[in-house]
């Protein structure tokens, strides 16, 4: 059977209001029996004080009124004579017949019970021995059950308030607490079913610091994991299905290039004599690099291979700005290069780092666009060689400023989101790195190469 988790929280805390109740009502009981025998004490002592042998002054009526005025019980004096002194206002004729009254009573008990008129009271019988001046009489305190019962009312009373309205207060007080907590149980629950259905936002955290809170936080480390599981599954799933097509489609591209690139050589041999070779010139290097995009593209997920070499990297920028000529006309984008006297020598594959700075090339004029400006520089020291390319352009958005390296991840429309993660492989391979910062309202990303490359390109 399905118990809710308030009543589950409830149940203890009821089985402890049973147990106040029951122990409220064992210190009344004890309350009532208290008062009680302090009442019979005050009974006890008043019959006492006026039975007292050494007395000196006799019981009249008026003494018996005033004692009455003082303790609020009834007062019968039995004189041996027969004569009766009472404080009933009563003809002595109609008072109870109380010769066969017990002559000894427990002093911490009242007195048994007496009807006088409708009205009950408890009677204790003294009787006056010598040397009291009224020796031989009997005298009856007879104490109203109205006093007992008001005297163990006003006894029991507070603790039945107290017990009850404690109880009453734990148990609303505990409805209330686990009100709140299964409300917070119900909103990690749809959490939880939020995360399921696929939204893995990280949501805000519970005010309050504590156990719950912990567990939204976990919930939220959760998704946030899941998420970067998700991406990373969908990352290879890309790749699968890249793999699946790109043998064939590669091979029809460097078909394609390597034909248009054989007309152009036969072309320039046929025609020696042409009058400005440049521009096919500037073709074969752009079909070369295709082939080179596409053999790179077959072998994203593999460590390339390089071919070292002693290199000036002045002259591979040089190429590559070359190649980026016409381009950047075309866009409207003015492209500096910023050629510094002094040899920017390296170690390096020339083809891979050529490749990797067209990347960086290509993306920075397309983020400049109409009217922009891209700037190329290169220092070279003791330490190894740097390389600058900046563009006047926006900058990446926000959203994918952390992932911007990762493949398949581009703002652009029509972008696969290939070159800079193809770029970053080629210079993590020579042992160098690749960062991006925005530096006075310019997007600059900074390639720093090592003099010689490590034995084994990490990973």
């Known amino acids: 059977m399905r118990l809710s988790l308030r009543y589950r929280l409830l149940w203890p805390l009821a089985l402890l209001v049973v147990g106040e109740a029951g122990a409220t009502a064992w210190t009344a009981y004890a309350a009532a029996r208290h008062a009680e025998r302090q009442l019979a004490a005050q009974q006890e002592a008043i019959a006492r004080t006026l039975a007292e042998p050494r007395s000196t002054f006799p019981l009249t009526s008026r003494v018996l009124e ?34 066969s009254w017990p002559d000894q009573e427990e002093p911490q008990q009242l007195g048994p019970p007496l009807l006088i008129q409708d009205s009950l009271f408890r009677c204790r019988r003294i009787a006056l021995k010598p040397p009291h001046p009224q020796a031989g009489a009997e005298l009856f305190v007879l104490f109203p059950e109205s006093l007992r019962r008001t005297a163990i009312a006003d006894a029991v009373r507070p603790l039945l308030w107290l017990g009850g309205l ?76 890249l793999g699946q097509f790109s043998g064939g489609l590669a091979h029809q591209l460097r078909n394609t290039a390597a034909g248009a690139r054989l007309a152009i050589q036969l072309f320039l041999q046929e025609n020696p004599h042409l009058g400005d070779p440049e521009p096919l010139q500037v073709a074969l290097r752009q079909l070369t690099r295709l082939e080179v995009s596409v053999r790179q593209f077959l072998t994203l997920g593999r460590p390339p291979t390089l071919d070292l070499h002693a290199v000036d990297a002045r002259d591979l920028l040089d190429q590559a700005v ?60 003791e330490e190894g060689v740097r390389i600058e390319v900046c563009d006047s352009g926006p900058g990446p958005p926000p959203h994918l400023a952390e992932r911007l390296f990762d493949p398949f991840v581009t703002g652009k429309p029509d972008g696969i989101g290939l070159g800079l993660a193809v770029a970053r492989r080629l210079i993590h391979a020579h042992g160098g790195s690749l960062h991006w910062q925005r530096r006075q309202n310019r997007t600059c990303f900074t390639i720093r190469l090592p003099l010689t490359p490590p034995p084994s390109p990490p990973a």
């Open 66 to 99: 005033q004692m009455k005025g003082l303790s609020g019980a009834e007062f019968i004096l039995r004189l041996p004579n027969g004569t009766v002194e009472t404080t009933f206002p009563l003809a002595a004729e109609t008072l109870p017949v109380l010769e």
């Open 322 to 381: 070359q190649l980026h000529l016409p381009q950047a006309r075309h866009a409207n984008v003015t492209l500096q290069w910023q050629r510094p006297d002094t040899p920017c020598l390296l170690t390096a594959d020339p083809e891979q780092l050529l490749h990797a700075v067209a990347n960086l090339l290509t993306n920075a004029l397309e983020a400049a666009g109409d009217g922009g400006s891209v700037t190329v520089a290169c220092q070279g020291d």
């Open 166 to 241: 404690s109880g009453l207060c734990a148990l609303a007080l505990m409805w209330g607490l686990s009100a709140r907590l299964l409300r917070r149980l119900r909103q990690l629950h749809a959490r939880t079913q939020w995360i399921a259905a696929g939204d893995l936002r990280p949501q805000p955290l519970p005010a309050a610091d504590d156990e719950l809170r912990d567990l939204a936080a976990a919930l939220n480390e959760m998704a946030r994991q899941l998420a970067q599981l998700h991406e990373q599954l969908q990352h290879a799933e890309r790749l699968r299905l």
